[in-house]
């Protein structure tokens, strides 16, 4: 059983949003496995960790062009909680590359609650208003 097992829930029905949750559910699970083998491998947390950081900025940049050019209403709000994340995880990754261990348990239970509250909540709620402009 994976930290964060995948799930139907966070289906979307908009295909290319939908791969890049899953990514990043998949990477959440490589952070957890990473922090749970005895290895404490360094290069490899780091890689991972900025693997997560490109990501999610990349998936952001998405979500956030499509709401400009479909002219989204909700979106100021929307993109707050996308720049309150990218904040958290660079500082994480700053830290981290300073030798600090920003990755622990508390860290990896941030980032699956706010994935969690960010794709069932506040990405869920763009699907009807993108699916009325013919986004699929
Ligand atoms: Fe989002
Ligand atoms: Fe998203």
């Known amino acids: ?3 964060m097992p995948w799930s139907e829930k966070f289906v979307l029905g908009i ?4 791969a890049q949750h899953h990514w990043l559910v998949d990477i959440t ?7 749970e083998s005895q290895r404490h491998d360094h290069v490899a ?3 991972i960790l900025e693997g997560l950081t490109d990501y999610t900025m990349n998936h952001f940049i998405l979500e956030e062009e499509m709401f400009a050019r479909l002219d989204y209403p909700e979106s100021r709000a929307h993109i707050e909680e996308h720049n309150a994340f990218t904040r958290r995880t660079i500082e994480l990754l700053l830290r981290f590359e300073k030798g600090e261990d920003t990755v622990d348990e508390d860290m990896l239970e941030f980032l699956q609650a706010w994935l969690v509250h960010h794709i069932l909540q506040v990405d ?6 993108l699916k009325a402009k013919g986004i699929q």
């Open 124 to 129: 869920k709620a763009y699907v009807p208003f």
């Open 1 to 3: 059983m994976s930290f």
């Open 15 to 18: 295909e290319a949003i939908d």
């Open 45 to 47: 947390m780091r890689e």
């Open 29 to 35: 699970n490589r952070l957890h496995d990473q922090l």
